[in-house]
């Protein structure tokens, strides 16, 4: 089993800067793809981006790209989703997911452990 705690969230300016943490507890962290979802009030969670579990390859959606990034620390049981040139449709709910082995993936239902999400407001 693995748990996945989010942290980091808050109230950002638009333009500014947020980075989200996502502490994982259980053992081989090492072998777990991980990937950021989001969800806004009224619409449905979506893919953020993710991180191999192998390669440290990320994959992001067109959304963010250029504007966030996805990394791992092994060592520390963690993934950071650094958000920068927030916007005001960046507001959601962030979830950490993971998945064992496997490459990330925007399809929810291949990721076996959440988190319970860390909010991030952006405001205009």
């Known amino acids: 089993q693995v748990q996945l705690v989010e942290s980091g969230g808050g109230l950002v300016q638009a333009g500014g800067s947020l980075r989200l943490s996502c502490a994982a507890s259980g053992r081989s962290f090492n072998y777990y793809t991980l990937a950021w979802f989001r969800q806004a009030p009224g619409k449905e969670r979506e893919f953020v981006g993710g991180?191999?579990?192998?390669?440290?390859?990320?994959y992001y959606a067109d959304s963010v790209k250029g504007r966030f990034t996805i990394s791992r620390d092994n060592a520390k049981n963690t993934v950071y989703l650094q958000m920068n040139s927030l916007k005001p449709e960046d507001t959601a709910l962030y979830y950490c997911a993971a998945r064992t082995l496997g490459a990330p993936t925007m399809r929810e239902l291949e990721y076996h452990y959440w988190g319970q999400g860390t909010q991030v407001t952006v405001s205009s």
């Open positions: 991180i191999s579990w192998s390669s440290g390859s990320t």
